[in-house]
């Protein structure tokens, strides 16, 4: 199912490319790490002008993947889209992921009128461990911790205005407890990575990287998917998500889909992209 999806989205790319209508920016070094330099790329439709920036951070366990075919079908719905990389697991534990994204969200509000964009609010959309990492952005605004002080940009705000998270894992302490036999085979290396140790061996650092303890009362406007049969990010960490949210009082909403596990065609299909932009538009 995983190579399903990944075969949609490079088809529905394709699509888009081949129309001709799009303008792309590549490989905009947004800052240097200690390890090499950090790149993102910048898709907008030609016939826009002005769109709305939605940042998307990719998934792969913390340590794989790359900013390569985001979901460019939001495109159509009049939106920019910035794909981002950053430091993996293997590279640097948490949180210089979090101060990676925030140095590339005040690099791309910096350079708005440049690449052509609106950047006086940000949207930030990610899936499996990039939703982990965009609900934790979203969640850590001014928050010196969270920030960190890399690219040459810092005069601007790393504030993120609403946010997309496609099924991530938000509270390190209490997923492996609800993993499936296959999700501990996942999870269990991957937190090694993340935060140096298990939950129990690092309860600290899974503290502050566990998105559902840093949720308050301003937190930004949050829409949570995931799939009812995802046997490797429980859908209990959405459930204590949202739970938080409502606790809080802050404007949330989750979509269940039913039949369809961590990878599923539901998740990027029209009906769904839809109401992601309902909420985009209603909440910007």
């Known amino acids: 199912m995983k190579r399903f999806l990944l075969l949609f989205c490079l088809f529905t790319n394709f699509l888009l490319f081949s129309q001709k209508d799009t303008i792309v920016y590549s490989d905009l070094v947004y800052?240097?790490?200690?390890?090499?330099?950090?790149?993102?790329?910048?898709?907008?439709?030609?016939?826009?002008?002005?769109?709305?920036?939605?940042i998307w951070i990719h998934g792969g366990a913390w340590s794989g993947g790359t900013k390569t075919n985001p979901p460019l079908q939001i495109l159509k719905y009049g939106y920019a889209m910035a794909s981002v990389d950053f430091r993996l697991s293997t590279e640097a534990i948490f949180p210089a992921q979090i101060h990676d994204i925030k140095a590339a969200i005040r690099y791309l509000k910096e350079n708005a009128f440049r690449?052509?964009?609106?950047?006086?609010?940000?949207?930030?959309?990610?899936?499996?461990?990039?939703?982990h990492l965009v609900a934790t952005t979203a969640l850590t605004n001014g928050m010196e911790y969270y920030e960190g002080n890399l690219g040459e940009h810092l005069h601007q705000s790393s504030q993120v205005d609403v946010?997309?998270?496609?099924?991530?894992?938000?509270?390190?302490?209490?997923?492996?407890?609800?993993?499936?036999?296959?999700?501990?085979?996942?999870?269990?290396?991957?937190?090694?990575?993340?935060?140096?140790?298990?939950?129990?061996?690092?309860?600290?650092?899974?503290?502050?990287?566990?998105?559902?303890?840093?949720?308050?009362?301003?937190?930004?406007?949050?829409?949570?998917?995931?799939?009812?049969q995802d046997n490797q990010v429980?859908?209990?960490?959405?459930?204590?998500l949202y739970t938080e949210y409502v606790r809080m009082g802050?404007?949330?909403?989750?979509?269940?889909?039913?039949?369809?596990?961590?990878?599923?065609?539901?998740?990027?299909?029209?009906?769904?992209?839809?109401?992601?932009?309902?909420?985009?538009?209603?909440?910007?």
Request: with cysteine; net charge positive.
């Open 31 to 54: 800052a240097a790490s200690d390890r090499r330099d950090l790149m993102l790329d910048i898709y907008k439709l030609k016939k826009d002008i002005k769109p709305q920036l939605i």
């Open 115 to 131: 690449y052509g964009y609106q950047a006086n609010k940000i949207v930030i959309w990610g899936s499996s461990s990039g939703g």
């Open 163 to 228: 946010c997309i998270d496609y099924f991530g894992p938000t509270d390190l302490t209490t997923i492996l407890q609800q993993s499936t036999p296959h999700g501990l085979d996942v999870r269990v290396p991957a937190l090694n990575k993340l935060i140096g140790g298990q939950p129990e061996q690092a309860k600290d650092l899974a503290m502050k990287a566990s998105p559902v303890f840093l949720v308050n009362k301003k937190s930004p406007p949050l829409f949570i998917v995931h799939g009812e």
């Open 234 to 240: 429980p859908i209990n960490q959405s459930i204590e």
């Open 250 to 284: 802050r404007p949330v909403q989750i979509e269940y889909v039913k039949d369809a596990g961590h990878s599923h065609p539901a998740y990027l299909q029209k009906e769904m992209l839809e109401k992601v932009d309902r909420f985009i538009k209603t909440k910007l």
